[in-house]
């Protein structure tokens, strides 16, 4: 296995990993960061789809099915923005990080996939964590309401796959060019609530927001995962929740109890024991 691969992944997960700091610190909104970082996305992507055609190649059912992906996406990060305001962004990584248990139940639910006891254990085990890690329930406070719309937020990104799965002839490019510009569709159907950045800082946040942390990582991601075997990417994946959580706690000063860091740890170790189940249930079903 190419330690290039490795190094590439680790780079695109550490990029991913400063997007709740920087939501939580810029004064911009949800709308004004969603549209700022999926507009930079598309301005920076859109001339390779334009010049190679790609849109036209494309009939109606594909369209239906970029529509679908962009407005899932968009609804989660809009969701995922709101809980990063609202609970912190170690919180928010940490309630994003359960999207594995989703993923999951929602193959039972639309792919008749069978769940084994050691699988319910481990849904168990996420529960468990999400329990731990929530704060005292009280609506007057914005940490609950965030936790909850993290969920949320995390039910949709596990709903992304099985929705790239079902145009998955489509390639790359397309589908993420698909994604960014029916996902900015959702943000501007909010384009009263837009503010623009009130200072450089905030702008030169955003920027990066919209060029490392979305295209660069994105990019760098795409190519890690699809050569990488599927175990691998999880394990490095799930690194995102200990990095996001070490820069709220030093770059924002975020308290960060013992409580969510065992919450977090019973999270992440509940999805990675699923990986790790379904793909040894994969490689005897190839055997």
């Not at 407005?71 to 923005?81: E, I």
């Not at 084994?116 to 704060?135: F, K, M, N, T």
């Not at 079902?166 to 397309?174: F, G, S, W, Y």
């Amino acid at each position: 296995m190419p330690i290039r691969l490795i190094l590439i992944a680790l780079l695109a997960v550490t990029s991913m990993s400063m997007v709740p700091v920087l939501v939580k610190s810029t004064s911009a909104n949800e709308i004004s960061i969603g549209i700022f970082r999926l507009g930079i996305a598309l301005l920076l992507i859109s001339p390779f789809v334009f010049y190679r055609q790609l849109l036209l190649k494309l009939n109606k059912t594909q369209w239906l099915g970029l529509f679908w992906i962009g407005l899932c996406f968009g609804v989660h990060w809009l969701t995922y923005f709101y809980s990063i305001k609202a609970a912190g962004a170690a919180l928010a990584a940490i309630a994003v990080s359960t999207y594995g248990v989703h993923l999951l139940l929602l193959n039972v639910v639309f792919k008749q996939y069978q769940i084994r006891v050691s699988e319910w254990l481990a849904i168990a085990v996420c529960i468990g964590g999400c329990i731990i890690v929530a704060p005292p329930l009280n609506w007057q406070e914005s940490s609950t309401p965030g936790l909850i719309v993290g969920l949320i937020s995390g039910l949709l990104y596990g709903a992304m796959p099985l929705l790239h799965q079902r145009v998955n002839e489509i390639p790359t490019l397309t589908r993420t060019w698909g994604q960014f510009a029916f996902a900015l569709l959702v943000f501007l159907f909010f384009v009263r609530d837009f503010e623009p950045p009130e200072t450089m800082l905030d702008v030169n946040k955003l920027l990066a927001l919209g060029v490392i942390c979305t295209v660069l990582a994105h990019g760098l991601w795409v190519k890690a995962s699809t050569e990488l075997p599927a175990l691998f990417t999880a394990m490095i994946y799930y690194l995102y929740v200990p990095l996001a959580m070490i820069s709220s706690y030093f770059v924002l000063n975020e308290d960060i109890s013992l409580e969510m860091v065992l919450g977090a740890s019973l999270i992440i170790s509940a999805n990675l024991t699923l990986a790790l189940l379904q793909w040894r249930r994969q490689r005897k079903s190839q055997a």
